[in-house]
């Protein structure tokens, strides 16, 4: 089964200049950019996967070798309310996640459609305002 296509973003590593110690991982093996030790041991990634009628999270926490999931969900909007509500209840919900969780890095899936163009949209769209 191929690696799911995430692609994380950067994230500051306390202690730094501004605009240094910055990490982005991959979802090509997860190869780091920033040397093993500037790689905190401790990191809390929020994981995203965006959709305008159901966006789903988890939180992660890494500590050394083991990891442990903190929190994990869905959020749903109603087909019903118009497009620009539903995403601006998606993308409130995903501020309050960052403020309860301050991660270090968050992960949102790639945008993967076959032939539904309008879909892609519309999930473009939630991907934004992410």
Known sequence: MPAAPWRVAAYGIPGGAPGEGLLSVSGDLGQASASKRRIPHM????????????TGYGVVLSRWQRLAALDGGVISTGPSEPLERRLAWIHGRVCELIAEYNPDAV?????????NVRTAFAVGQARGVV
């Open 43 to 54: 990191v809390v990634v929020l994981g995203i996967d965006p959709g305008t009628a159901h």
């Open 107 to 115: 992960a949102v899936e790639e945008l993967y459609f076959g032939q």
